[in-house]
């Protein structure tokens, strides 16, 4: 069992920047990869970034391509998300997640496949 707690959500005008981070209470190598899911009112959740534990291979959805980048720090068993550029479509809950992420061509985030789960961090973006 692992515990993921999400932090650095808040407000920010459309052009900001934030860096979400997610702190593991023990290392997930028991799991291929760590990935940040999002979820606007009223929305389905959607993938927005995954990196695969083994080779710290990343994943991006095409919404978010270019403007954030995910990383890592294995020592504080941490994972982040730096989020730049961003528009009010970015406005949601952010989760970190845990769970076997099968990386591969043409691969998209499923909410289906998370094991683990965090609470969720707000992200606002408003003029």
């Known amino acids: 069992q692992v515990q993921l707690v999400e932090s650095g959500g808040g407000l920010v005008q459309p052009g900001g920047s934030l860096r979400l981070s997610c702190a593991a209470s023990?290392?997930?190598?028991?799991?291929?990869?760590i990935g940040w899911f999002r979820q606007a009112p009223g929305k389905e959740r959607e993938g927005v970034s995954c990196i695969r534990n083994r080779d710290g291979f990343t994943y991006y959805s095409d919404s978010v391509k270019g403007r954030f980048t995910i990383s890592r720090d294995s020592a504080k068993n941490t994972v982040y998300l730096q989020m730049d550029n961003l528009t009010p479509e970015d406005t949601g809950v952010y989760y970190c997640?845990?769970?076997?992420?099968?990386?591969?061509?043409?691969?998209?985030?499923?909410?289906?496949?998370?094991?683990?789960w965090g609470q969720g961090t707000q992200v606002t973006v408003s003029p």
């Open positions: 023990e290392f997930t190598s028991a799991y291929a990869a």
């Open positions: 997640t845990a769970g076997p992420f099968p990386l591969e061509t043409d691969y998209v985030l499923r909410p289906q496949e998370v094991d683990r």
